[in-house]
């Protein structure tokens, strides 16, 4: 592992994803590119701790109700509460895990963490080229394409720029999985609070973090070929809130969409 660049002198979007998570593994520099992030949208790391709630209410929904036993994480992060196979894993055991992520970091911090658990494994991937993950030795090793999969781009699109054809992405990976596969996706917007979303956009890129905020109709774009899964598309605070309605924050303040997709 000591040859791996792990590229600390320039901010990544997985560990300022951390930082805002309340995470130990960052670096200064990610830092203090969420922080000037978080000065046009204090709400920022309210957000993201949505965000991640709705994942694993989401995760749970297909294990329980739906009988996906294996997942696909795109993007998946670094390691943090309610990681993908905590969450399945709770619910059954066998459940199995592939963790895809283009930081380097990302690959050290979760071969550690997963180096005895047979059911999960890490790649060091990028969504933009989901041909090269789905051909991974270790994707076909851990994921039986002939079974139903839990297909995870959640908190990710939004770094895929309009000319990198993000919707041609999931098309490629939902023409990869069979009938029964869920498509778990959540994106940030400035429908709701477009001046702080769109500040929190341009100071992303400042940082040389790209960043696409996107209107609930494109997001939905992304399920194409799919059948949404009451109740649609929603802001990820309601989207099967466990909450009463009184105690969530409000759109204002998470600014992001999700939703579930199943191919029939």
Known sequence: MADIDLRTDQPHSARMYDYLLGG???????????EKALSSFPMLRTAARENRKFLGRAVRHLVREAGVRQFLDLGSGLPTAENVHQVAQAEDPDARVLYVDNDPIVLVHGSALLAKDARTAVIQGDIRDPRAILENE?????????????????????????????????????????????????HATADIAPEAAMGVQHAYRAQGVPL???????????????????????????????????????????????GIGRLA
């Not at 130990?24 to 969420?34: R, S």
């Not at 995870?152 to 069979?178: K, M, Q, S, Y």
């Open 138 to 186: 270790k994707t076909r090793a851990l994921i039986d394409f002939d079974q139903p999969v839990g297909v995870l781009a959640v908190a990710v699109l939004h770094f895929v720029g309009d000319d990198e054809d993000p919707a041609g992405i999931v098309r490629t990976l939902r023409e990869a999985v069979p009938a029964g596969s869920h498509f778990i996706l959540s």
């Open 24 to 34: 130990k593994d960052h670096y200064e520099v990610d830092g203090e590119a969420a």
């Open 212 to 258: 696409t905020l996107r209107t609930r109709e494109r997001f939905a774009e992304f399920f194409d070929g799919m059948e949404l899964v009451d109740p649609g598309i929603q802001v990820v605070s309601d989207w099967r809130a466990t909450v009463p309605e009184a105690e969530r924050p409000s759109h204002a303040d998470v600014s992001w969409y999700g």
